[in-house]
């Protein structure tokens, strides 16, 4: 794919500020007015951590306290929607200073009504952050903790056909760097043309989604070619059931041989959601591919559950969970298994509508089916966070 060979030294940046700017410079001055929605953040908390870098010999644990400023920006006019989010994340350790880090996140978005039928959109994010989190709520499994950042870039046009139909092409590029020398930096390209269709009824949606992925590291290099068949249905005003079925067909090559690896596969989602005034939630599986940090393509199966109940006007209750199987796409490797789970409860109590305090725990277990003896790993996590918001808003 000579074409994305071409571009991928570019920037994400480059694409993200480069679309949205492009996007701007389309807008009539009639769709400056519109409504601002400014919300400052500030998070202070404190943590205890039992096993730092996830180490099923080595544990090593202690307190650590940060401070995450950030805010949320939304401005929408008729034809005009922005929106950004950033925060920081300053967290240091009282013993263990070597982990002490600063985790970063920003994100910009835009779509604009061009034409009554055409619509245009597109969002860039930067998240920096470390492969204890991020690669196990990707893949499951948790590797030798480094720095990671990942850039995302995103564009799309979407056109009308009807008042309950529209199809538009759109194409994401994410740039994906580690810390470590042993960790694989990647690039992954996905183009795809998703056909949505509203039924007269206004209960059930369907979306046909055809996608080429284009995958490069410096170890391997993967085409994917996938289809897939979504229908939302909405069961009552604050309940929702999501399905998506599809096949996919994945190509992988290894630089350093010259082998290739060819295989078909499933992938879906079954998911029911819930959006009450007093409990929110959802609960549901699916599977899809992943990338680990040492490059490697596996297929992960993940259950998820996760709630907020409001108990009182001021107090309330959250869960979440997440089980995961993933297995490797290597032939020479077909017996690389990993089970896990993490389970996250947690209580909070607003003190008042725009501020809170929270404790939650975190547990979390992995186990590797292909190693003597399925070695297992585990941690605990215990948050005390201060949460205050400080929303504005100018029409």
Do not use: C
């Not at 030294?9 to 996007?23: M, Q, V």
């Not at 975190?362 to 292909?370: A, G, H």
């Amino acid at each position: 794919m000579n074409f994305f060979k071409k571009i991928k030294n570019k920037h994400p940046l480059y694409y993200g500020i480069g679309g949205l700017l492009f996007t701007l410079a389309l807008l009539p001055i009639s769709s400056i007015a519109g409504e601002v929605v400014f919300v400052p953040g500030l998070r202070l908390a404190v943590q205890y951590d039992d096993n730092l870098d996830f180490s099923s010999e080595n544990e090593e644990d202690d307190f650590s306290a940060s401070i995450k400023p950030g805010f949320t920006l939304n401005y929408n006019t008729e034809l005009l929607k922005l929106s950004g989010n950033a925060n920081v994340d300053f967290q240091k350790y009282y013993d263990e200073t070597d982990y002490d880090r600063t985790n970063q996140f920003y994100q910009m978005g835009a779509e604009y009504r061009a034409h009554p039928r055409w619509t245009l959109s597109g969002n860039y994010y930067f998240r920096r952050d470390e492969t204890t989190d991020s690669q196990f709520e990707e893949t499951g499994r948790t590797f030798t903790r480094e720095r990671k950042q990942t850039h995302n870039a995103r564009a799309g046009v979407r056109y009308t056909l009807t008042e309950l139909t529209d199809i538009g092409p759109a194409l994401t590029y994410r740039k994906v760097d580690y810390g470590g020398r042993d960790d694989d930096d990647y690039n992954l390209y996905f183009i795809e043309l998703p056909y949505r269709k509203q039924f007269q009824n206004q209960l059930d949606t369907i979306i046909l989604r055809p996608r080429y992925t284009y995958y490069d590291s410096d170890t391997d290099e993967a085409n994917g070619y996938r289809l897939t068949l979504s229908w939302e249905h909405l069961i009552s005003e604050t309940l929702t059931s999501h399905i998506r079925v599809g096949g996919r067909y994945t190509d992988i090559e290894d630089k350093d041989t010259g082998d290739s690896n060819s295989n078909w596969g499933g992938v879906g989602l079954i998911a029911l959601r819930k959006a009450g005034e007093t409990f929110s939630g959802q609960i549901g599986y699916s599977r899809d591919l992943g990338v680990t940090t040492e490059g490697e393509i596996i297929e992960v199966d993940r259950f998820f559950v996760s709630g907020d109940k409001r108990i009182t006007e001021r107090f309330g209750i959250l869960f979440n969970g997440n089980a995961y199987h993933s297995t490797t796409e290597n032939k020479d490797r077909p017996n690389d298994k990993v089970i896990s789970f993490e389970l996250g409860p947690a209580v909070y109590y607003m003190l008042t509508q725009d501020h809170s305090v929270r404790l939650s725990y975190n547990y979390r277990k992995e186990k590797e089916m292909d190693e003597p003896g399925n070695p297992t790993t585990d941690r605990n996590l215990v948050t005390l966070s201060f949460n205050f918001l400080f929303p504005k808003k100018w029409d």
